[in-house]
């Protein structure tokens, strides 16, 4: 294995763009007269929109679930103040069940834990910012992302892959990952294609740069590393997925996350539609 390939931690370096340096910045071989960058104007969001988005709805709903069951409680024993208490248990209820068993991958396609343990870690990191979208398609194509994470240390696709626990994981000059006696350069090639489509269509709309850092999070036999990039692509054990991400210097505002999340949610269709 070439040692100099492989990466204890990962880069430290932010994956966003790097094309906006201040000109005292700038090499000497630099043309005299950069570009100027445009931004794309910020758009206002309208109410209906606000509505529309699955966090709102599941809201409302935990709203009017709560209010028809203090409605009901409250007319059956005629005491507003049950109706009230039962309305506010209601609603906790919910919240907890929803917490427990609600997953963004429907369960009928569920046909590994993969993609559920890589959600529950990427679940955590809501607390810090980050947002996330799981089994999105590419346009045109059969092939989807498992989970697009966008945070303040930027865009991440990550693909959950469950291996055969028995067949040992291994890597050749730094260059070839095998599964047991099978190369799996072509999963690497297309986790690298995934997210180099995902980027263009996140550019396009956001009008600068993105940069979409592709992995693949492997369960079953053990990664004898901790993080690696191969064929550009970072691959290591499944559990360290929120690690990966986090370890990076911040690269975004909560503004920026919050427009590229939209776009990709608007150019990367869920695959089995909203759940």
Not at 145 to 156: A, K
Not at 241 to 252: D, G, M, S, Y
Request: positive net charge; aromatic residues 6%; without cysteine.
């Amino acid at each position: 294995m070439d040692s100099d390939n492989q990466r204890e931690d990962g880069p430290n370096a932010s994956p966003i763009w790097v094309s906006d340096r201040p000109e005292s910045e700038q090499t000497a071989a630099a043309t005299p007269s950069a570009p100027t960058t445009t931004y794309a104007p910020i758009e206002r969001v309208s109410v209906r929109s606000l509505l529309q988005q699955p966090r709102v709805r599941h809201l409302r709903n935990r709203a009017i679930l709560a209010v028809a069951v203090g409605l009901v409680v409250g007319f059956l024993v005629r005491d507003w103040r049950i109706g009230v208490t039962a309305a506010v248990i209601a609603a906790v209820a919910e919240a907890v069940y929803r917490a427990r068993h609600h997953s963004s991958v429907p369960a009928w396609r569920r046909t590994s834990v993969a993609e559920r343990r890589t959600e529950a870690q990427l679940r955590k990191l809501e607390r810090n910012g980050y947002r996330t979208l799981h089994a999105r398609a590419i346009p045109g194509s059969e092939a989807q992302i498992d989970h697009l994470v966008v945070g303040p240390t930027g865009v991440y696709a990550v693909d959950s892959e469950k291996w055969d626990k028995r067949l040992p994981v291994r890597v050749q000059m730094g260059k070839k990952l095998f599964h047991g006696p099978f190369d799996m350069k072509p999963r690497l090639t297309e986790a690298k294609w995934e997210a180099s489509q995902a980027s263009e269509l996140i550019t396009k709309s956001f009008g600068r740069e993105v940069s979409v850092v592709p992995s693949l999070a492997i369960y079953g036999p053990p990664v004898p590393w901790k993080i690696m990039t191969i064929r550009g692509v970072d691959v290591y054990q499944g559990d360290r997925a929120r690690k990966w991400i986090t370890k990076r210097e911040r690269a975004l505002t909560d503004g920026e996350i919050d427009r590229i999340f939209d776009i990709a949610a608007e150019v990367l269709p869920a695959r089995y539609g909203e759940g």
